[in-house]
């Protein structure tokens, strides 16, 4: 089996972004690598730290401001609770940007969709008004509210 890891490029910030989604995420776990920089450094390192979240590992490369971020490319998180939608995306917004519909960039200028479960169910409700009705009450979001989402599709 082929094994697929996402590598992000950062310009000076990997190991405070590791770090942090150390803090963030409870089933997070370091790797490999430092989240120490060697005495004296400062800038851009060369070095890699690897950390594991919700069962993904993912690289985190110091290495200048040359390929910047975008959203193209988010890292999506399941929610089963809007507690856990709150927790997260009150911790990885801290410093960054909230989006529309569950998108933030966080202070290190990585894309995250915070999306609870239910979403897919009320977006996809057989009866196309309800559904329209989950739809617009989402695209009004910045954070997504599944109380909110779940009056909008049983109002319609």
């Not at 040359?66 to 856990?84: G, H, K, W």
């Not at 609870?116 to 329209?132: F, S, Y």
Request: hydrophobic share 45%; aromatic share 8%.
């Amino acid at each position: 089996m082929t094994d697929i890891r996402p590598f992000l490029w950062f310009n000076d910030t990997a190991r405070e972004a590791a770090t942090r989604y150390l803090e963030v995420f409870d089933d997070a776990e370091l790797l490999s690598g430092s989240l120490e920089r060697p005495d004296g450094e400062s800038g851009p390192t060369w070095s890699t730290t690897e950390i594991r979240l919700g069962g993904l590992r993912l690289m985190l490369f110091d290495a200048g401001p040359e390929f910047p971020f975008t959203e193209a490319v988010s890292l999506f998180v399941p929610c089963e609770t809007q507690e856990e939608v709150d927790r997260l995306w009150d911790a990885l917004c801290e410093g960054g940007e909230p989006g529309r519909c569950g998108w933030l960039t966080d202070r290190f200028g990585v894309s995250w969709q915070i999306v609870p479960t239910i979403l897919a169910e009320v977006l996809g409700d057989p009866d196309p008004a309800k559904a329209g009705a989950a739809r617009a009450a989402m695209m009004t979001m910045s954070k997504l509210v599944i109380a909110d989402l779940l009056a909008a599709r049983d109002s319609a």
